[in-house]
Each structure stands twice: as C-alpha cells, then as structure tokens.
C-alpha cells in the first residue's frame, strides 16, 4: 500500500517515511500544499498524512479542494496547532482523522491501520470494465468469458490502476509511478514487461498500446499495437 506524507518539517517527514516503511508501506513524501494536491491526483494513495501548516496552500484548503475534486483518500491531518476548532475545521474539510504534534510513531501507525481497515470495509472489492472483471479480494481477473486468472500482486496493481483510469490512456511513466512508485531508479520498461504478462494470461486485447502515449483499457476487443 502506497501512503502520501505531506509536511514541511523535512526532518518529520523523514521519520515518519521511515516508520512507515518498516510497516512495509511504500511511502512518498510531498513539502507543499500545491504539490500535495498535484500529488494525489497522480497516484491512487491508501492514506495521505497532511500537516496544516504548509507553504503554499495550508493543509485544511488542500484537503477542501481534494473532496471538492471527488477525492476519497482517507486523510490523517497533523498539526502543532492547540484548540478545538482546529480539530473541527480538520474534520469539517473532510478529514477523516486528526493528530496533534508531538506524537508517538506507534499511535500514528496504529491510527493509519484504523483508517485502511475503514477503507477497506467500504470499498469495493470488484470493479468492471466493460469485459474486463477484477476482483480484488481474490486477485483475479476476467476477460470476455475466460475462467477467472489469478495474478500476482504486482500484475493486480498494474491492471487495476489501468482499469480504474480507464478510460484514459495512462503513460508509461505515470504507470511505474503509480505501481512501483515515484522513486523507482529501475528500468522504465518493467511497464511493458508486465502488461506483457498480463496479456499472455488474459489475452492480447485485454489492454491496448497507444503508441507514444501509453496504455488503455476500453473493456472491449481492439486490436492492439506492438510494446
């Protein structure tokens, strides 16, 4: 699961990547409101941790404009900040929790697993696109009338952040950001190799190559170009 820690405290940040990161969370760190919201439109985040007091836009009118935009990332808010209106201008932006500094790392891990295991009881764990049908809880997919293939995690994540932008084209890039993450020093090609597995398992139609631009899935049969 990949979480998004927004504070201008680098050193904070820091810590609290690295604490998360021995949970075995993948982790991105972001230093400013603006980049915050460019951030979370990226990348499909389980949590994002946000501080109030940032430069460019304060955390309360990045997690305004996040609902405003459909975003339902459930969000951590933390602030050095004393008061209950704080708290209740958090939770009024659409917070779904709120943390006072100092803490302990062992309270914020705990309070984050409380937030996934929310998330996880709202969510849904199957998505459809067209002919294509994930199920999330089994990590399978279906394509047309196939039996239903299942897939390791790494290829889950690729086909379902592809079907959940479908039907957009996504890049190359903005693939291994999303499922390998922004600081993936590796080759930028792992992309087609596994929307090359996928195809071998599901067929070739399943995902179609736009050519100099990226990958998409229709959910319907199309001919499919080459890499």
Not at 62 to 87: F, H, Q
Not at 205 to 213: L, Q
């Given at each position: 699961m990949r979480l998004l820690v927004v504070d201008d405290e680098v050193r904070l940040?820091?810590?609290?990547?690295?604490?998360?990161?021995?949970?075995?969370?993948?982790?991105?760190?972001v230093h400013d409101g603006n980049d915050a919201i460019w951030q979370a439109q990226q990348v499909d985040y389980a949590v994002i941790i946000l501080d109030i007091m940032l430069p460019g836009l304060n955390g309360f009118a990045?997690?305004?404009?996040?609902?405003?935009?459909?975003?339902?990332?459930?969000?951590?808010?933390?602030?050095?900040?004393?008061?209950?209106?704080?708290?209740a201008e958090?939770?009024?932006?659409?917070?779904?929790?709120?943390?006072?500094?100092?803490?302990?790392?062992?309270?914020?891990?705990?309070?984050?697993?409380?937030?996934?295991?929310?998330?996880?009881?709202?969510?849904?764990?199957?998505?459809?696109?067209?002919?294509?049908?994930?199920?999330?809880?089994?990590?399978?997919?279906t394509w047309g009338d196939t039996d239903a293939v299942q897939l390791t995690p790494r290829e889950f994540a690729v086909i379902d952040h592809l079907a959940r932008q479908a039907p957009d084209v996504v890049t190359k890039q903005g693939l291994v950001d999303a499922v390998w993450g922004f600081d993936f020093a590796g080759d930028p090609n792992i992309a087609e190799v596994y929307v090359g597995y996928l195809r071998r398992k599901l067929g070739r139609?399943?995902?179609?190559?736009?050519?100099?631009?990226g990958y998409q899935i229709t959910g319907e049969p199309t001919e499919t170009d080459e890499s």
């Open positions: 940040a820091e810590s609290i990547a690295r604490a998360l990161r021995a949970e075995g969370f993948d982790v991105d760190m990045v997690c305004r404009d996040l609902r405003a935009a459909g975003n339902t990332t459930p969000i951590l808010m933390l602030t050095a900040k004393e008061g209950e209106y704080d708290e958090a939770l009024d932006t659409g917070a779904d929790d709120y943390l006072r500094k100092p803490f302990s790392l062992v309270v914020l891990v705990a309070r984050i697993r409380a937030l996934l295991r929310r998330g996880r009881a709202a969510s849904v764990d199957e998505i459809t696109v067209g002919e294509l049908h994930l199920d999330r809880g089994q990590v399978s997919a139609d399943v995902i179609r190559t736009v050519r100099h631009v």
